[in-house]
């Protein structure tokens, strides 16, 4: 008892001319633009991820200054228990518990010790810096400069015409942001190279108020 058709010589040449017509292209075309769809859907995902981090940075440096802007500046010549005044370790922990919460890796910031930090402008002799790197792709860097210096002009009236000079608190953090795009870019660039991961930098400055 026979269980298949029979293939004669018509049916294989129909089948080869089905898939030489408008079914076996859709299936070329789709073969070919698969890695090139591939890279714009990561890419899209990836670089939206990188605006959302990069907003979340910029708030938690924004609160980091407005938290360190209300520390006392009677303790800034002692060390504290992270090799820097207590009031700026109080900084570091804000910034590490507000990652946390922004659901992005602290890098092992909380557990950071500080370091002497070269200040940014001149004005600027009290600086502290943490650097942190377990499991995250790159080095997460802070900032703190107590005695951050700055120039501004305030509305006149009720001020009198011309600048004042304010010491503030300026906090500088760079996250590293560990991107996918780079895997999926040989696909459509053979031997292309992007960067594994790139700094996200923000700096927030405030008024000192103590």
Do not use: H
Not at 65 to 94: E, F
Not at 184 to 210: E, K, R
């Amino acid at each position: 008892m026979r269980l298949w058709p029979a293939v004669t010589m018509k049916s294989w040449s129909e089948r080869l001319a089905k898939l030489a017509g408008d079914e076996g292209a859709e299936i070329l075309e789709f073969a070919i633009s698969l890695p090139l769809l591939l890279v714009v859907v990561v890419g899209v995902f990836d670089f939206g991820s990188a605006f959302i981090v990069k907003q979340k940075v910029g708030n938690i440096a924004l609160e980091a200054a407005r938290v360190a802007s209300n520390q006392p500046t009677a303790d800034l010549s002692l060390a504290g228990g992270c090799t820097a005044p207590n009031s700026v370790c109080s900084v570091r922990d804000v910034v590490a518990q507000n990652l946390t919460a922004s659901k992005l890796n602290d890098c092992g910031l909380a557990t950071a010790n500080a370091t002497p930090g070269t200040p940014l402008n001149a004005g600027a002799a009290l600086a502290w810096t943490f650097t942190a790197n377990t499991a995250c792709g790159g080095t997460l860097t802070l900032t703190v400069e107590r005695g951050f210096i700055y120039t501004t002009t305030l509305p006149n009236p009720p001020f009198q015409a011309g600048n004042y000079t304010i010491e503030g608190t300026r906090v500088t953090l760079s996250y590293p942001y560990r991107w996918e795009f780079n895997r999926v870019v040989p696909f459509i660039a053979a031997g292309a190279n992007y960067p594994a991961t790139s700094q996200i930098d923000t700096v927030a400055v405030m008024q000192n108020l103590n």
